[in-house]
């Protein structure tokens, strides 16, 4: 399956005192996922997209699943795939496991928008081109971008 992976080290600042990650860090920890693929996959940095582009990728649906904990000292490597591109929007699905045992699934939609005014605006064609290589349908094969 075509995916970007990003790889987390849980650390004190993302725990409650009990070790367990405190389950906002998850998250943080999904935008950093995301923010890096935007960058060294897409090669598009956040820095140009709300600087110089003008526009923001809010998120307008999220869901998340814990089916175990994290604890401090975990290594959580995350998997972004995209089950779904359109005009001004992507679905987006991360996997954060440790080992073989999957700790957190996150699904949600990305909205590109200008970030003054708030509309929605077109991915960029060279953006949906560089989409297309995390693009996969839900049984995990490659799919096509829906209009």
């Not at 693929?37 to 709300?50: H, N, R």
């Not at 995209?82 to 080992?99: A, D, F, I, N, Q």
């Not at 700790?103 to 939609?109: A, K, L, N, Q």
């Amino acid at each position: 399956m075509p995916t970007y992976t990003y790889v987390h080290d849980v650390m004190l600042r993302d725990c409650e005192p009990s070790g367990i990650v405190f389950l906002p860090r998850y998250f943080d920890m999904v935008h950093t996922v995301i923010e890096n693929w935007l960058d060294e996959a897409l090669d598009w940095p956040m820095s140009q997209i709300q600087g110089s582009d003008g526009l923001s990728v809010p998120f307008v649906n999220i869901s998340a699943d814990f089916p175990a904990p994290s604890r401090l000292g975990d290594r959580l490597t995350w998997r972004l795939a995209v089950r779904e591109m359109r005009r001004s929007s992507m679905w987006l699905e991360l996997t954060g496991t440790t080992g073989a045992e999957t700790r957190v699934e996150v699904t949600g939609t990305l909205v590109l928008s200008e970030a003054v005014a708030l509309r929605t605006r077109r991915w960029p064609d060279a953006i949906t081109e560089r989409v297309k290589d995390y693009l996969v349908a839900p049984d995990g094969k490659a799919r096509k971008i829906a209009e």
